[in-house]
């Protein structure tokens, strides 16, 4: 009864301390110590992303974006979240149906392996297309014998982003479909609908914001990923630098107010991303799943 | 310890959860505290804990005013519903958590903790499992490791918030009348919160009856069944039927028959008739009793339970017959309540 | 009706709703294509060099040191992310106090900010004549381009790991478990070190592990704060890089396969600890 009601410190009237509060001071020094934590390691670098971009003034800010190699790389940044994301999405949606609808052998393990990517580090990443289509390898002298160009160029940019992105979509409805279970569908099955008519009127519905949660969170790293695309891409300045491989170049050859405007891009996208993953969390908390990890 | 409550008021933001309440609880008595949901019986035990500070009153441990000593001080025995054991810990270390942290002073030797869980695990019959998690018991073993850790630290009251609620019906019976074996062999001064009558009426020594805040009434389990002071604890104790009827002259009416009970020393008057289901005599005849027509009858488990309506009140009462008595729908029932009370509007 | 005995083995169980054959045939298709057939070719690479080569490329100074300058920075910062990440989450769930909501959000940063970005903000910072940096060399601290300037890099992606683990857990605290301590005469830090601790140990576990693998691969935010001295302050995965433009390919094959077959290792400990523990205990996280 009423337990919720328990005064957790507040009450200045009590009489004796709440049994289960610390006290003011050990509770103001964990929230200054976490505070400081999160100001040094989290909003301080943020700050700075800006401040540097700034520094000369915002003309020149808007001068340095408006260099073609610079609006090169952002055209080609969403080119490759264009291509990525869909394709992880409809993987995602397949591999949640199949998982979460379904009880079969080995559903353990096909999931173990659909997470195998977060475990890889990006740089390996990179490095098996390299090895897969390098002029050294197997598919090498055969590529090239068709004039297939997929290593420094876009194909070998998106196949690293769909590696990497590979799994967001699938983690945030394989759990999601999970808790709904499979009783709408039957419902819908038993009434007449055919399996289409199941999946577009009662399933997606009821995933739509965790689908969408999913391929925020796909689309930002889609478009953030640097450690995998840099090994695939080259580096060619105006063909085959994403947004990220931009402001490495551009920091690498000490023009750094070019660098963290570019970089102002990546910020506020990311910004952007926490605002809409915030405003999903908050207002459909139940449609997405309880798993907020990645 | 015998434990004094002295004008308690309690309030949750402004609502009163507690007004005004008094009792005495007496040394090695196992009482009960029953009432329906938000009667304040949960937030009266917490307070007795110390785990609820009052906003006005004073709570005596014996003779010592403890209002102002922590929970952790008060040195109390408390079972919560959903056991609240600590799963990372054996049985053996949630019985002796109390003992363990004990500063060094007051602290007894490993030896001497080990031993006391071990009896008390006995006590108990637990014996055996002192290695098993939380998580590898029953429900109903896993509230009798709650009672052991609780006793362990030899607790001036013991308090059990709805300590079976969790439970399913088997197992709390059994758990009940093994709490009242434990109770008397222990003598610990015993608080238990409920909301199942039977429950309290079997267990406890003496009941606390409350509602919205307040103490209805405090008696013996026959005290609180045979004469409820109040139309609430006559209503929420045991079955009851109500009748609107009419004092006039020391007898009983309902408007110009007389039902034959004479209410000597009542006022004139309107007044509410409350009486249970058995408490009745059937009768033949025209006078002096209450007349209505069968409108369901149900056999529940060894009597028979007759639905009248009763057309001079215009309501409906049941009473209980025996199973031999086969009553037909519409057929005329008459009879007379041999044990009653009656309540003023 | 007579009951039909079940199939001895049956790879699904059988079920009204449509669909499998398509959505698993769309996942298996995909999974091979885009992640097993690539890391396959990893492995046949690797095992094509031979053990002996595969030793030397592995057991080389240069490469032994990046990689224990990649697992020890790592276990470090997951450290440090263990400590203060329980801490926010602990102040996040507990406490109220203006800004919360934005800090809970800001947690996330890490996930949602491309690693390159990160890297050049922290540099500016820590870097000796940054915001920060320039407080600390009149003391004689240098963190940019040392050893402690890859650990910070790595607190910074870790962080969110830790925290979005526990604070779930710690949500689901149930509140008479404390109650329960407190009445057995436990105090506030007896009841927080001694009972609610060691409850949450298997998610600290899990946030600390998942922290830590996501360090050891880190490359994006560490190579600019790192200064990428060889031996000193050189992690596996710019090594990799090296080695790759070097056109050296067998060292890059044989870094990466080490780096994986240690970070699988790992991972496997982990589940292992994790299915213990829900056996023993009955949770896990």
Redesign the interface.
């Known amino acids: 009864?009423?337990?919720d009601?328990?005064t957790?410190g507040t009450g200045n009237?009590?009489?004796?301390?709440?049994?289960?509060?610390?006290?003011r001071f050990?509770?103001y020094g964990?929230?200054g110590?976490?505070?400081c934590?999160?100001a040094?390691?989290?909003?301080?670098?943020?700050a700075?992303?800006f401040t540097?971009a700034m520094r000369n003034g915002p003309g020149e800010f808007f001068t340095v974006l408006s260099d073609p190699e610079t609006f090169a790389a952002i055209e080609l940044t969403l080119l490759v979240a264009v291509i990525a994301v869909p394709?992880n999405l409809?993987?995602g949606v397949?591999?949640a149906?199949?998982?979460a609808?379904?009880?079969?052998?080995g559903k353990a393990f096909?999931t173990t392996?659909?997470d195998?990517?977060?475990?890889?580090?990006?740089?390996?990443s990179g490095?098996?297309?390299?090895?897969?289509f390098?002029s050294?390898?197997l598919l090498g002298p055969w590529l090239q014998s068709h004039g297939i160009q997929i290593l420094f160029a876009v194909p070998g940019i998106v196949?690293a982003t769909?590696?990497v992105t590979?799994p967001f979509v699938a983690r945030e409805l394989i759990p999601l479909m999970q808790e709904q279970g499979?009783s709408d569908?039957?419902a819908a099955?038993s009434l007449g609908a055919s399996?289409w008519q199941?999946?577009w009127y009662v399933t997606l519905p009821n995933i739509k914001w965790g689908l969408l949660y999913g391929v925020l969170?796909c689309n930002?790293?889609a478009?953030?990923?640097?450690?995998a695309v840099?090994?695939v891409s080259g580096h060619i300045r105006g063909l085959t630098n994403t947004?990220?491989?931009q402001?490495?170049i551009l920091?690498n050859e000490y023009n750094f107010v070019a660098?963290?405007a570019v970089?102002t891009l990546?910020?506020l996208?990311?910004?952007l991303?926490?605002?809409l993953?915030?405003l999903l969390e908050m207002k459909y908390s139940a449609q997405i799943a309880?798993?907020?990890?990645? | 310890m015998e434990v004094r409550v002295q004008n308690i008021r309690k309030e949750f933001s402004r609502f009163p959860a507690l007004n005004d309440v008094s009792l005495d609880i007496r040394s090695g008595e196992l009482i009960a505290l029953l009432g329906p949901s938000g009667s304040g019986k949960t937030t009266l035990l917490r307070l007795i804990a110390g785990l609820e500070s009052p906003t006005e009153g004073t709570v005596y441990f014996g003779n010592e005013d403890a209002s102002r000593k922590t929970v952790q001080q008060r040195n109390i025995g408390f079972v919560f519903q959903h056991y609240a054991l600590f799963r990372h810990m054996t049985v053996l270390d949630n019985v002796s958590f109390g003992l363990t942290i004990r500063p060094a002073g007051r602290r007894p030797s490993k030896d001497e903790i080990r031993k006391r869980a071990l009896e008390l695990l006995d006590l108990v019959q637990l014996s055996g499992l002192e290695k098993r998690y939380p998580a590898q018991l029953s429900g109903g073993q896993r509230q009798r490791v709650a009672l052991a850790r609780a006793m362990a630290v030899e607790p001036n009251v013991l308090l059990l918030d709805e300590p079976f609620g969790a439970l399913d019906a088997q197992v709390r019976k059994e758990l009940r009348r093994w709490l009242r074996e434990i109770h008397d062999r222990t003598g610990h001064t015993t608080v238990f919160v409920t909301h199942d009558q039977d429950e309290a009426l079997e267990l406890a020594d003496r009941v606390v009856v409350m509602s919205k805040g307040k103490i209805e009434q405090i008696g013996t389990p026959d005290e609180i069944y045979d004469t409820p002071n109040s139309p609430f604890v006559f209503g929420f104790i045991g079955e009851s039927n109500i009748l609107r009827v009419r004092v006039e002259n020391g007898q009983l009416w309902i408007k110009e028959h007389s039902i034959g009970v004479s209410a000597l020393g009542e006022a004139d008057g309107p007044a509410q008739l409350y009486f249970r289901p058995h408490d009745i005599e059937l009768l033949d005849g025209n006078g002096g009793c209450i007349a209505g027509l069968v409108a369901m009858t149900r056999r529940v488990a060894g009597t028979r339970h007759v639905e009248l309506d009763i057309g001079a009140a215009n309501s409906k009462v049941e009473i209980e017959l025996p199973p031999e008595k086969v009553t037909s729908d519409h057929s005329r029932i008459a009879f007379r309540p041999t044990r009653w009370k009656l309540f003023r509007d | 009706m007579t009951a039909r005995t079940a199939p001895l083995w049956q790879f699904r169980q059988p079920s009204v709703i449509p669909g499998f054959g398509l959505a698993l045939g769309v996942t298996l298709s995909w999974l091979i294509l885009i992640i097993l057939i690539p890391l396959s070719g990893l492995a046949w690479r690797s095992s094509a060099l031979g053990w002996g080569t595969f030793w030397t490329l592995a057991t080389d100074q240069r490469t032994i040191n990046a990689l224990r300058i990649s697992f020890g920075t790592a276990f470090v910062a997951a450290l440090i992310n263990v400590v203060f990440g329980v801490i926010l989450a602990w102040v996040l769930v507990r406490y109220r106090f203006p800004g919360k909501r934005v800090i809970d959000a800001m947690v996330d940063l890490p996930f949602a900010l491309p690693t390159a970005v990160a890297g050049i903000a922290l540099t500016t910072l820590y870097a000796p004549n940054g915001w920060i940096g320039s407080l600390l060399t009149p003391l004689g601290i240098k963190i940019a381009f040392t050893p402690i300037g890859i650990v910070f890099a790595l607190v910074f992606v870790g962080l969110p790991f830790v925290v979005r683990t526990v604070q779930p857990i710690m949500e689901e605290i149930d509140k008479e478990v404390e109650e329960a301590a407190a009445t057995l005469g436990a105090n506030r830090f007896q009841t927080i070190s001694r009972v609610l601790l060691p409850g949450l140990a298997p998610a600290v576990l899990t946030g600390f592990a998942l922290a830590f693998a996501r360090g050891v691969g880190e490359y994006g935010s560490v190579i600019f704060i790192a200064g990428n001295l060889p031996y000193v302050s050189e992690i596996a995965p710019l090594l990799i890089v090296i080695r790759l433009e070097e056109f050296n390919y067998p060292a890059a094959t044989a870094i990466a396969a080490v780096m994986l077959i240690i970070s699988f290792a790992m991972l496997l400990i982990i589940n292992m600890i994790q299915a213990w523990s829900r056996k023993r205990y009955g949770y896990g996280a």
């Open positions: 009864m009423a337990h009601a328990t957790t009237t009590e009489l004796v301390r709440v049994a289960t509060s610390e006290s050990a509770r964990l929230i110590i976490a505070l934590f999160v040094l390691f989290l909003v301080l670098p943020l700075a992303v540097e394709l409809v993987f397949a591999a149906w199949a998982i609808k379904f009880e079969f052998k096909l392996l659909i195998l990517p977060f475990s890889v580090s990006p740089v390996i490095l098996v297309f390299v090895l897969l390098g050294h390898s196949l769909v590696f590979f499979t569908e039957e099955l399996g199941t999946f969170l930002a790293r478009m953030g990923e640097f450690g840099s090994v947004m990220p491989l402001v490495e920091y660098a963290f970089a990546l910020a996208l990311a910004l991303t926490l605002v993953k915030s309880a798993s907020r990890r990645h």
